[in-house]
């Protein structure tokens, strides 16, 4: 395959000219993607070696790191796009690697300290990218968007085919304040003027030294691999303050059992069985007394071992 | 004086008998021994002092680098200093007490101790000393001095296992202890006076050794290999059999009494053990080689041992095992020892 953009002498564009980006071999129309290869290299200089000039490089372990942002989009049918699909039910359950196939992004696979500049780029597949951080947030001025942080690492190296747009998702809209509900078995929520939904999952990227029986040919500089240590799911929303509204709405924190949280975001329903609720702030202003309530998700340990406990689709 | 980069260590590079070397840092401890003595001698005062002998030993903590620099790196010097304690030929002072190579995904690096006589040695000899600082840059440091620039060896550089221990493995150490004896003769008889400092002339004639002076006589008596090291471990759940059910660490890969225990680099099911158990009469080792390697690009490609290649240690027992679970990274720490060959 020919390399893509610069390489073959240009092919500059901008906005909805240049093509977007694939999860999981679904196409996926993002605002932003800013994943790059990252990779710890400096030079080492505080030996005893006859002079103060830095002469010893330190090539450390490469991995893939960055983040998409796009918006939340149906087609004609009110069918989420599959990618967002991907993304949400790894999001909760970052139990497998998603991949991702972009056309602007060349990858070295090679070991740099041996194979260095500018020899073996190559459009390859991302394929072992695990999400570190979602957030779904939704408001009046603006479409409902999700921003999304990844680490990740290449584990085969599989030749990436060019991400061109799945034809039969190309027609749709970007869901909005409209589509979105929420609730909570005390209270309708009518007051909610904006929300923000979390997910912080921590990660560790572990690198070891090689195999005893490994070839050389085989080594890698990447990290060895990715554990995901911990998951937390939270989210906030403001209530704006008025006439009308219902009387068990003013937090003062702790757990609610069964109280059943949930926001709905066109076909998407995020739920929270037990939050856990901090203490509501409520600034004075001379605008709009606006409430603002943060929660985290009282969840069973493995929850995050399968999907369905965050999303409903 | 406003400007003085003399202050500074970065400036300087060390010799240890004759050779440069790169080094993180490097000490030199020279002491003799001094005691008052007190006699009936109608005051407290120390009116007679107890000189003995000196004593001078090196440490130096030294990187182990990949490209032109491993001609000048720690494991160069450390190996080096292995092959004169195993042909005491080619020994010359300062003589290896130990040398412990540590690997670890973040680097490498060697710390060696060395020991030798403290001798001033004659002002106007240009011999080698045992330890030495300069002011020269170390040539095998300059980027286009070599086939390849210098870098630190890092994990990708290195290749470990220590019997059935050989994935995850986060940091290995590895020490090369050698037995050595300090002895300090009396002034022989027969010495030959015909310069400064006396001396015994070796049965061939050709050799001198000083004697009778405050300067030790060094004996290397043994060299033994030992190490330890950290791994992660990964706890797999294989799905039990008809006759013994799916327990956790008791499931085999593969069958009932063959295969795959469910863990890796730990032995925790039924009939399994970390520790290398020796049987009535038969000495038992790993049933796996020991392995710390580097890669060597420079030459043929291909892993080499991290000690001399004089040194067999393929054999070894683990003699120690101790696994922790904690809320991060499940690991298990080990000791082994080495037979030597």
């Known amino acids: 395959m020919a390399f893509p953009g610069s390489l073959t002498r240009a092919e500059i564009a901008s906005g909805l000219l240049v093509r977007s980006v694939k999860i999981n071999g679904n196409y996926l129309l993002v605002e932003n993607c800013n994943i790059n290869q990252v990779q710890d290299i400096d030079m080492n200089s505080l030996y005893l070696q006859g002079g103060p000039g830095s002469a010893i490089a330190n090539i450390g372990a490469k991995k893939y790191e960055g983040d998409i942002s796009f918006f939340i989009r149906v087609d004609r049918d009110n069918v989420l796009d599959p990618a967002v699909i991907a993304i949400l039910r790894h999001a909760e359950s970052p139990m497998s690697g998603l991949t991702l196939d972009t056309n602007h992004l060349l990858s070295h696979f090679d070991i740099t300290a041996e194979d260095g500049g500018t020899d073996s780029n190559e459009l390859l597949t991302i394929d072992e990218l695990i999400i570190k951080t979602l957030t779904i947030s939704a408001n009046e001025n603006d479409y409902v968007k999700i921003s999304a942080s990844f680490q990740g690492m290449i584990d085969t190296r599989a030749t990436s085919d060019y991400a061109v747009p799945d034809e039969n998702h190309v027609l749709g809209r970007s869901l909005s304040w409209g589509d979105c509900n929420a609730s909570r078995y005390e209270s309708a929520m009518r007051t909610v003027s904006n929300f923000e939904l979390t997910i912080n999952n921590e990660l560790e990227a572990l690198s070891f030294l090689m195999a005893g029986d490994l070839a050389g040919i085989n080594r890698s500089d990447q990290i060895s691999l990715i554990g995901v240590k911990s998951v937390k799911w939270a989210g906030e929303y403001s209530e704006i303050l008025r006439k009308g509204m219902e009387l068990e709405t003013s937090i003062h924190g702790g757990w609610m059992v069964d109280e059943n949280l949930a926001f709905t975001i066109g076909p998407i329903t995020v739920s929270y069985r037990t939050p856990l609720f901090q203490k509501s702030e409520l600034p004075l202003s001379s605008k709009m007394l606006i409430r603002k309530v943060k929660w985290n998700a009282m969840i069973n340990p493995s929850a995050p071992l399968k999907q369905g406990g965050l999303f409903s689709i | 004086m406003p400007l003085n980069n003399n202050l500074f260590g970065v400036y300087k590079s060390i010799k240890v008998s004759g050779r440069t070397y790169v080094a993180e840092s490097a000490n030199r401890n020279v002491s003799m021994e001094v005691d008052a003595k007190n006699y009936i001698q109608g005051s407290p005062k120390a009116r007679v002092l107890n000189i003995g002998g000196t004593k001078e030993s090196i440490s130096i903590t030294s990187p182990i680098l990949v490209g032109a620099g491993s001609a000048v790196d720690g494991r160069e010097l450390a190996n080096t200093k292995i092959a004169e304690i195993l042909d005491p030929n080619s020994a010359s002072l300062p003589v290896l007490e130990s040398a ?175 520790l290398t158990f020796q049987r009535p009469g038969e000495a038992v080792a790993e049933a796996q080689s020991f392995r710390l390697e580097i890669f060597d690009g420079l030459t043929d490609n291909a892993w080499e041992s991290l000690l001399p290649n004089t040194i067999d240690t393929s054999k070894s027992v683990v003699s120690t ?21």
Do not use: H
Not at chain 2, 321 to 341: H, M
């Open chain 2, 321 to 341: 095992s101790n696994f922790s679970v904690s809320t991060g990274l499940l690991t298990v720490d080990f000791d082994f020892y080495c037979w030597v060959q």
């Open chain 2, 100 to 274: 412990v190579y540590k690997v670890s995904p973040e680097g490498a690096s060697v710390s060696i101790t060395l020991k030798s006589d403290g001798d001033p040695g004659d002002p106007a000899s240009t011999a080698p000393r045992p330890f030495e600082v300069t002011g020269r840059e170390i040539e095998e440091l300059k980027p286009g001095f070599g086939a390849q620039p210098s870098r630190v060896a890092r994990f990708y550089d290195f290749r470990v296992q220590i019997g059935f221990r050989k994935f995850f493995i986060l940091e290995a150490e590895i020490t090369v202890a050698a037995t050595t004896t300090e002895a300090y003769f009396l002034v022989p008889y027969n010495t030959i006076n015909d310069g400064n400092p006396a001396y015994i002339q070796g049965p061939s004639g050709s050799g001198t050794i000083t004697a009778g002076y405050q300067f030790p006589f060094l004996g290397i008596s043994g060299i033994k290999i030992t190490g330890k090291g950290k791994a992660a471990v990964i706890l797999r759940d294989i799905p039990g059999t008809a006759n013994y059910g799916d327990y956790y660490f008791f499931d085999y890969y593969g069958g009932e009494t063959v295969g795959t225990d469910e863990s890796i680099n730990l032995g925790l099911s039924r009939g399994q053990s970390d």
